[in-house]
Structures are given as structure tokens and as C-alpha cells.
């Protein structure tokens, strides 16, 4: 079974950065990749996402803030938050963004108050 564990997240305030981790236990390369979040009471939905040939995409809500990478040598992928705003607060979690869904880590809490 694929083991999917996110890490990274918080406390910040506003305006702060933050950077989140994935780590996968196979390897990624052939797989388009992202990252999700969701808020208390809201459903999951992914803000960034990275293809396999290197192309990204972002939320709207995200774009211009957020930069998805990822390290395919070393099954990881990364998620850097700046400018964050307390709308941002959710567990995030990666995934692949494809018809094949890995089994979902627990997810990283990210919290932005002052």
C-alpha cells in the first residue's frame, strides 16, 4: 500500500511563509501530482497541481502566492505558501491528480491568525 505523509504545517501569521512536504512511498514520476486542502465544514479541493511533464496549475484563490514543485528522484513533493491569509487555514494533503488516487495521508494543518 502507498504511504502518503504530509508535513510541514502550522501556526503563521499573516503575510508569513510557510513550506509544506509530501513524501510518497512509490515512485511519482509517471504521475501528475497536487495538493488539496480542506477547511472545517467544506469539501477537498486541490489548489495546486504539477503534470508529469512539469506543467502547473493553480486555484485561483492560490495563484501567484503558492508554487508547487516536486523532486521525482526523491518521491517528494513540495507546496511553498507565501503571502498566506487566514482564508488559507485547512489540513492540506498531496495526492496525484489523476484517476489513480493514492490512499490519503492524514494531512498537515495549516493555521494563518494573528
Known amino acids: 500500500q502507498v504511504q502518503v505523509v504530509e508535513s510541514g504545517g502550522g501556526l503563521v501569521q499573516p503575510g508569513e511563509s510557510m513550506r509544506l512536504s509530501c513524501e510518497v512511498s512509490r515512485r511519482i514520476g509517471d504521475y501528475n501530482m497536487g495538493w488539496y486542502r480542506q477547511a472545517p465544514g467544506q469539501q477537498r479541493d486541490v489548489v495546486a497541481r504539477?503534470?508529469?511533464?512539469?506543467?502547473?496549475i493553480y486555484a485561483d484563490s492560490v495563484k501567484g502566492r503558492f508554487t508547487i514543485s516536486r523532486d521525482n528522484a526523491k518521491n517528494m513533493v513540495y507546496l511553498q505558501m507565501n503571502s498566506l491569509k487566514p482564508e488559507d487555514t485547512a489540513v492540506y494533503y498531496c495526492?496525484?491528480?489523476?484517476?489513480?488516487?493514492?490512499?490519503w495521508g492524514q494531512g498537515t494543518q495549516v493555521t494563518v491568525s494573528s
Open positions: 504539477m503534470t508529469s511533464a512539469g506543467i502547473r
Open positions: 495526492n496525484t491528480y489523476s484517476a489513480t488516487i493514492f490512499v
